[in-house]
């Protein structure tokens, strides 16, 4: 499931985050009975490039999170993706799939 609304950003905003080479993530468990499954949300600022530069980050962002969350994501939790400046559009894949899993283990600890 997608995250679509602001405040859902926000909230993950407010929680865990931690940091990779390739992007940041944010995770926050979601209270009782808000949600079933994971949720996940994609978002690159301008500091990323132009709207070409963004959005192959975002769908770089997607498919990587396609791969790895369902492994390893749990439920009841949201997790939003952040693109970096000139980093993730042009990083391995699979390098970027490893980020993200470091990244999900440690907002997990």
């Known amino acids: 499931m997608v995250l679509a609304k602001r405040s859902a950003f926000l909230a ?29 949300g994609f978002t690159c600022s301008k500091k990323v490039g132009n709207a070409v530069a963004r959005n192959r980050a975002k769908r770089r962002l997607r498919e990587a999170a396609r791969h790895v969350l369902p492994g390893i994501g749990r439920d009841g939790w949201d997790y939003v993706l952040i ?22 283990k440690k907002i997990h600890g």
């Open 12 to 40: 993950a905003a407010r929680a865990r985050r931690q940091g990779t080479k390739s992007m940041m993530v944010q995770g926050r468990k979601r209270k009782e009975g808000e949600a079933d499954g994971f949720r996940v």
């Open 83 to 104: 693109g970096r400046a000139e980093v993730t559009a042009n990083r391995g894949f699979e390098d970027l799939k490893r980020d993200l899993a470091y990244a999900i």
